[in-house]
């Protein structure tokens, strides 16, 4: 009879549960009509928040839904960024599962620690990431050329037609020269519905080998920390 009245407790505890988030879900919709494709609301064991994904963007509201933030959590006592930690549980990618044949492969030392990279030619932090991966070593890294900025897919283009497009990227990247124009057949087209499949709507876009998904750019020190964590060092 315990054990009967416990799971009824825990059901009717459930239930209110998933009923408040959905209360919270009619009145974030009534408030901002505009506010589609929430894909989840979670309630967070942190300020009475709850969590509301939305594609591939992790926001805050309260519990009668009446605001919503968007942000970073930071736990005072450790310093730790909640919303960044949180952000890549949410958004991990399987990385066995991605096409790597598709991008620009580079090795690095022994390679075993991995990691891919969706970049743009003319992505500024792209070309500040690239400098920071010349500090790095033992890495294998896979090159997905995304070009999403006017004008890059060109430039994307003449360096996977280039005789060594490692170099051609390096050129472009690390030193301002441009490929010489090409033409030769891409998979730049499978590359982009990649990318949108993936939800991947800024460069740089890193991803590490246990799933792991950075938007943005990282300094050398901080790929060296992931890396290491990501490969189960």
């Not at 505009?34 to 709850?50: A, C, E, Q, S, V």
């Not at 080998?209 to 990501?230: F, H, I, R, S």
Request: aromatic share 8%; charged share 25%; glycine share 8%.
């Amino acid at each position: 009879m315990q054990k009967l009245f416990a799971s009824l407790l825990m059901f009717a505890a459930l239930s209110a549960a998933h009923a408040g988030e959905e209360q919270i879900r009619q009145s974030l919709l009534g408030n901002f009509p505009n506010l589609t494709g929430i894909d989840r609301i979670t309630k967070t064991p942190y300020g009475g928040l709850y969590e509301v994904v939305i594609a591939d963007e992790l926001l805050y509201t309260d519990e009668q839904g009446k605001y919503l933030f968007k942000g970073s959590v930071i736990e005072v006592k450790s310093r730790d960024n909640l919303t960044e930690q949180r952000h890549r549980e949410l958004f991990a990618i399987d990385f066995d599962k991605l096409p790597l044949n598709l991008a620009v492969k580079r090795v690095k030392g022994n390679g075993k620690r991995k990691m891919v990279i969706f970049e743009d030619p003319r992505c500024g932090y792209c070309k500040r990431l690239a400098k920071e991966l010349t500090k790095v070593s033992d890495v294998t890294v896979y090159h997905f050329l995304y070009p999403i900025f006017d004008g890059s897919e060109a430039l994307v283009n003449n360096t996977l037609c280039a005789g060594d497009p490692l170099k051609a990227w390096d050129n472009l990247m690390l030193n301002g020269v441009n490929p010489p124009a090409r033409s030769c057949k891409t998979n730049t087209a499978k590359v982009m519905a990649l990318g949108n499949k993936m939800r991947i709507s800024g460069t740089p876009n890193l991803i590490f080998a246990d799933g792991t998904q950075v938007p943005g750019y990282l300094p050398a020190e901080e790929l060296e920390k992931l890396l290491d964590k990501t490969s189960g060092k």
